[in-house]
T-cell receptor
Framework: ETGVTQSPTHLIKTRGQQVTLRCSSQ?????VSWYQQALGQGPQFIFQ???????GRGNFPPRFSGLQFPNYSSELNVNALELDDSALYLC???????????????FGSGTRLTVV | AQSVTQLDSQVPVFEEAPVELRCNYS??????LFWYVQYPNQGLQLLLK??????LVKGINGFEAEFNKSQTSFHLRKPSVHISDTAEYFC????????????FGAGTTVTVRA
């Protein structure tokens, strides 16, 4: 059974650019969530996708967007990058919205984004 | 407002000593509670979770946590720590009103010294 994999592990972007981060969910999981973890802080919820549709969003601007594909892999896109977007971006998958608590969330190792 | 408070930002501890990490949450309804560990340059690993039933929950690596509904707390404990327990620990809550997300505390850094 494979876990959650994220790519790339690190990347550096310039302010104003766009970035796409990728996530492959754990086998059997159809729900994926994205979190932003700034240095020295706890993860903050960005949004969640269930069966290819966004079904929850945190307090992030529209320039943060996402996709979920039929194989339940996912992308996080961030447009017009700002310096404050520098953070570790974590992807988490779970077995389904209805089981969000019962089955727990499996996290990937994250993508470290640095905006300069 | 919903919030998760980890009362200690840093906890230094000697090897083989006990450790307790404190977590309080705000809620008047039932919640699901989690503790995650994050080793340097890694993602989050689930230590344990409370969904219902017994208030004492046992997790991996010898950790356990006790749910106290009246005090809205979910403190994490380990009777004897190892150097390898040096990491960041996060308490997280799943609120029914926001049932699609986890709300995390700010984290507690545990440093185990020989």
């Amino acid at each position: 059974e494979t876990g959650v994999t994220q790519s790339p592990t690190h990347l550096i972007k310039t302010r104003g650019q766009q970035v796409t981060l990728r996530c492959s969910s754990q086998s059997g999981h159809n729900t994926v969530s994205w979190y932003q973890q700034a240095l020295g802080q706890g993860p903050q919820f960005i949004f969640q996708y269930y069966r290819e549709e966004e079904n929850g969003r945190g307090n992030f601007p529209p320039r943060f967007s996402g996709l979920q594909f039929p194989n339940y892999s996912s992308e996080l896109n961030v447009n017009a990058l700002e310096l404050d977007d520098s953070a570790l971006y974590l992807c988490a998958s779970s077995a389904g919205v209805e089981s969000r608590g019962n089955y727990g969330y499996t996290f990937g190792s994250g993508t470290r984004l640095t905006v300069v | 407002a919903q919030s998760v408070t980890q009362l200690d930002s840093q906890v230094p501890v000697f090897e083989e000593a006990p450790v307790e990490l404190r977590c309080n949450y705000s809620s008047s309804v039932s919640v699901y509670l989690f503790w995650y560990v994050q080793y340097p340059n890694q993602g989050l690993q689930l230590l344990l979770k409370y969904l219902s039933g017994s208030t004492l929950v046992k997790g991996i690596n010898g950790f356990e946590a006790e749910f106290n509904k009246s005090q809205t707390s979910f403190h994490l404990r380990k009777p004897s720590v190892h150097i390898s327990d040096t990491a960041e620990y996060f308490c997280a809550v799943n609120y029914p009103s926001n049932d699609y997300k986890l709300s995390f505390g700010a984290g507690t850094t545990v440093t185990v010294r020989a």
